[in-house]
């Protein structure tokens, strides 16, 4: 649905969920021609200070649109700016165009009267518009930032572990024990092997093909990033304590780290090489990522003697949740209630959570992630 010319916040969503390589490309372009046919009709029967000074700003507005389009062209697609741009920059743009259309806008009545008698109105809505255009441009800004950040990041770590194969390396012709040996060849046959299938990742998602949607496709790149950064923190840690190993002759401790390193370089292969059959496979059909990214995180994240436990998982910790209480307790009885109130107030409150937490427990997306939490957990 669309409303003065704006498509549905829902329905946009839906598109881009579904749009292929080709398909993406042109939402920026459509974001422009849906705004500048609105400036338009809501300018249109205004003076031309009010005008120009709208479109001036729409047009500093559409800049920043083909520099965040060229941003991901030359890095990765970002679909997540696309619709968050939508949802909150748009909306406030496409309200406060609203409002001023009412007063000079192509259906607006008694504008020659609005124009004498609510000259200070008119200004304030131009200025909110003028607000909003400054504000969205303000966030493309950001967006390009943090996609180039990002970007910076992934290539930091790929060279890091790149120095740590070295590092390994070294550590080879070190080492006298023939296990030793052979764990480290495994660890640089994984992890090159990861490095390789997560580049062809790359590769595609810089693809503007009709076979691949780039929503979804963006989804398994920040999973892929994630194990490559989580890979490259474990090497890390390992191979501090390896090299410390190497310098005082404990070959015991060596090995033992050794074995670390390739535990780490095969969960990293395994779920890379699981993230890009993924994309050759199921996501040009716009199949969720999901249940991918769930074995990645119970990959790269669970602790093999604690396989119940996520550490990631603050608010379940006992002593954070005894904070919280304490917190919801006396800001009550600051308001003013008795302890009588606070009780009822509670049983209450913990009855009403539990029906939400098992709501949400019966969600499909949630139970197919679970069930195949179970799966991982049981291999």
């Known amino acids: 649905m669309t409303v003065n010319g704006v498509e549905d916040y829902d329905e946009f969503i839906a598109r881009l969920q579904k749009a292929n390589g080709e398909e993406y490309a042109k939402i920026?372009?459509?974001?422009?021609?849906?705004?500048?046919?609105?400036?338009?009709?809501?300018?249109?029967?205004?003076?031309?200070?009010?005008?120009?000074?709208v479109q001036q700003e729409a047009n500093k507005l559409y800049d920043k649109v083909d520099e965040t389009r060229e941003k991901e062209q030359y890095y990765t697609p970002s679909p997540k700016t696309w619709q968050e741009f939508k949802r909150s920059e748009m909306a406030h743009v496409n309200q406060a165009l609203n409002s001023l259309g009412k007063l000079v806008g192509k259906s607006a009545t008694n504008v020659k009267e609005n124009m004498a008698s609510r000259l200070d109105e008119v200004m304030d809505r131009t200025t909110k518009v003028i607000h909003s255009f400054r504000h969205a441009a303000s966030f493309l800004h950001r967006e390009q930032k943090r996609i180039e950040t990002e970007s910076l990041e992934m290539n930091e770590d790929i060279q890091r572990i790149q120095k740590n194969l070295k590092e390994i390396q070294n550590m080879m012709a070190y080492a006298q024990d023939?296990?030793?040996?052979?764990?480290?060849?495994?660890?640089?046959?994984?992890?090159?092997?990861?490095?390789?299938?997560f580049g062809e990742m790359y590769a595609l998602s810089q693809e503007p093909s009709k076979k691949f949607r780039p929503f979804r496709v963006a989804e398994h790149m920040e999973a892929a990033k994630d194990a490559i950064h989580k890979t490259r923190v474990e090497m890390d840690t390992y191979l501090t304590t390896a090299k410390t190993a190497v310098a005082t002759r404990s070959e015991s401790v060596l090995k033992n780290m050794i074995g670390k390193l390739q535990k780490a370089?095969?969960?990293?292969?395994?779920?890379?090489?699981?993230?890009k059959n993924s994309i050759s496979r199921g996501i040009q059909k716009g199949k969720d990522a999901y249940s991918a990214i769930s074995k990645m995180h119970l990959a790269l994240v669970l602790e093999k003697e604690e396989p119940s436990k996520l550490e990631e998982?603050?608010?379940m910790k006992p002593e954070n949740l005894q904070r919280m209480a304490d917190d919801m307790v006396e800001k009550m009885a600051k308001a003013g209630m008795t302890q009588a109130e606070i009780e009822a107030f509670s049983?209450?409150?913990?009855?009403?959570?539990?029906?939400?937490?098992?709501?949400?427990?019966?969600?499909?997306q949630t139970q197919e992630m679970t069930k195949e939490n179970e799966k991982i957990q049981t291999r």
């Open 28 to 53: 920026p372009e459509e974001f422009k021609q849906e705004t500048q046919a609105h400036v338009e009709e809501a300018t249109a029967q205004a003076p031309p200070v009010v005008r120009n000074s």
């Open 178 to 197: 023939p296990e030793i040996q052979k764990k480290g060849e495994g660890i640089l046959e994984d992890t090159v092997e990861m490095m390789k299938n």
């Open 265 to 275: 370089a095969k969960k990293g292969r395994s779920f890379m090489t699981g993230l």
């Open 313 to 315: 998982v603050e608010i």
């Open 347 to 364: 049983k209450n409150f913990v009855k009403d959570v539990q029906k939400k937490l098992d709501a949400a427990t019966k969600k499909p």
